[in-house]
């Protein structure tokens, strides 16, 4: 009797195969829907819809990654009109450049499995653009600088070829060439700036696949693809007038400092006090900038630091968690972003210690089902946010445009 099939430990033999000559493949699976007079989205996007399309196929393990994936697609599908008739020879293409780049690594049995789940993944994306509405699309960066920041960070300076439009903390899908169709979620470091260039705070995970291509592998001139920007509950917006006690811990820090620099020049006037883990050097240097910002703009910004104790807990949890509990005021909003343990902690532990649930915002991390349907919730509004950030709080700035 011939030993069963593993689809799944067979379609990841097959990715690679396709991911290590991905430009060809993804060159071939243009010319197939040519051929058949299918041209749904611009040449320069194909790489990009492709591999997007045939990582989410095999992956599906990590839901926020799954999720960056289908909000790339789910845009691209929304823009370009992707009827539900073409599904059919989308899902041909792929099949038939799947099979022609895996080698050795495909199976007749294989055919069926990459036909349903292609399928599948495009029922998913045509949900996700109904979600999304219309709005930024894919655009494509520059890295100009890479800078180490420590001995797992790095600090990734990115020119978008075209305009990006977001809000000081929004996140974005975000994917190296080198790792096609695997995004990431990741968050300025910085509001928008007159030049639109766009600054990550990186840091290797380990295990991780993507982490530490970002930090140790990415060079300068490289390019970067850069997804559409979305709200993930760390935005002014979400505060109206109230008073923000903003707590980071990690890299956490880099989007609640962008905020920090768009309430600098919001006409919107409001007392912030940042609460920061600062376990080493790289997040004391953040406080540092910080300070600065503190100095610059007057007395309407405190920064607080809770040093870590690496002996007990590496992330700081409960010190920082305790800080949170002495500045917090009732009516006053409380916004916590860092690695998901601090997140799972921040959702017990801050409302256990008195809280008010309506004053306690954390950042999406998509681990639990209400956590998407939550984000989902605030896509539809989030072009609104744009253009009235654009027209007020950031002025003439605004007119340009930790992950595993």
Do not use: K
Not at 48 to 61: A, D, M, N, P
Not at 221 to 233: D, F, Q, R, T, Y
């Amino acid at each position: 009797m011939s030993a069963a099939v593993d689809p799944v430990g067979d379609q990841t033999g097959v990715l690679a195969s396709v991911d290590a000559d991905h430009e060809r493949a993804a060159a071939y699976f243009w010319s197939f829907l040519l051929l058949r007079g299918v041209r749904f989205l611009p040449e320069r996007l194909v790489p990009v819809f492709f591999s997007t399309v045939v990582e989410l196929i095999v992956r599906g393990g990590d839901p926020a990654a799954y999720r960056a994936g289908l909000v790339v697609l789910g845009r691209l599908y929304q823009r370009f009109d992707l009827c539900p008739g073409d599904g059919a020879v989308v899902t041909a293409a792929v099949v038939d450049t799947v099979r022609r780049f895996a080698g050795e690594s495909w199976g007749p049995e294989l055919a069926r499995v990459w036909e349903q789940g292609c399928l599948r993944v495009l029922r998913l994306a045509e949900r996700s653009a109904e979600m999304l509405g219309d709005g930024p699309l894919v655009t494509f960066g520059v890295v100009e600088s890479v800078v180490s920041a420590g001995v797992d960070l790095a600090v990734v300076s990115v020119r978008p070829v075209g305009r990006l439009d977001f809000v000081a903390g929004e996140a974005l899908p975000v994917c190296s060439p080198r790792l096609p169709g695997r995004w990431r979620w990741l968050s300025p470091a910085n509001a928008p700036r007159a030049d639109g260039t766009v600054e990550f705070h990186v840091r290797a995970i380990t295990g991780g696949a993507v982490s530490p291509v970002l930090v140790g592998q990415v060079a300068v001139g490289e390019s970067l693809w850069l997804g559409p920007p979305c709200e993930v509950g760390l935005s002014a917006a979400v505060a109206g007038d109230a008073d923000l006690l903003l707590v980071a811990g990690g890299t956490g820090l880099a989007p609640l400092r962008a905020v920090v620099e768009q309430l600098a020049v919001s006409r919107v006037r409001r007392r912030v006090t940042v609460v920061v883990g600062a376990r080493d050097l790289p997040a004391l240097c953040e406080m540092a900038g910080l300070e600065g910002l503190r100095r610059a703009y007057g007395g309407w910004l405190t920064v607080v630091s809770v040093p870590g104790d690496e002996g007990v807990d590496p992330l700081a949890a409960g010190g920082l968690l305790g800080a949170v509990l002495l500045h917090y005021e009732p009516g006053r909003l409380v916004v916590v972003c860092g690695p998901p343990q601090l997140i799972e902690e921040a959702r017990t532990w801050l409302l256990v210690g008195g809280i008010a649930p309506d004053d306690l915002h954390v950042a999406v991390t998509f681990r639990h089902g209400f956590d998407a349907v939550s984000w989902a919730s605030r896509q539809r509004h989030a072009d609104t946010v744009v253009a009235e950030v654009a027209g007020g709080e950031a002025g003439e700035d605004r007119r340009a445009g930790d992950v595993p």
